[in-house]
């Protein structure tokens, strides 16, 4: 992906989506694992550090955003496969696809959402 910010912006903007009370984070004994950052229905961000996917981080912080909402958009990038397969195990449908357009990197993305499923009356 092209660098957009300096290391400096990025850590800026952190702190700003923290101050919101957008971020969730996963820890295991005392170590971050990643998190998410979620601001209403929009899940902006969610990245895990090196070495946590597979170890059940990333969807127990989508569950604790599902648990929070019963809507949940994002966009990933179309090179980003793993994600795509990921967010789809989790229950999120392909809404649309852009060419770069809509986001800051220019690069093609997916649009995904999940719903709720709302339980029948009895």
């Given at each position: 992906m092209p660098k957009l910010y300096t290391w400096a912006e990025a850590i800026s903007f952190c702190g700003?989506?923290?101050d919101r009370g957008w971020v969730t984070v996963a820890e295991r004994q005392g170590g971050?694992?990643?998190f998410l950052a979620r601001d209403g229905a929009e899940v902006c961000a969610l990245y895990l550090a090196p070495g946590a996917c597979g170890q059940g981080a990333g969807k127990a912080l989508l569950d604790a955003a599902k648990a929070a909402a019963p809507r949940l958009i994002l966009r990933t990038f179309a090179a980003n496969t793993r994600a795509q397969k990921f967010y789809r195990r989790e229950g999120f449908a392909e809404t649309g696809r852009g060419g770069?357009?809509?986001?800051?990197?220019?690069?093609?993305d997916i649009a995904y959402e999940w719903r709720a499923i709302r339980e029948a009356a009895a």
């Open positions: 700003t989506m923290i971050v694992l990643g770069g357009a809509d986001n800051e990197e220019g690069l093609p």
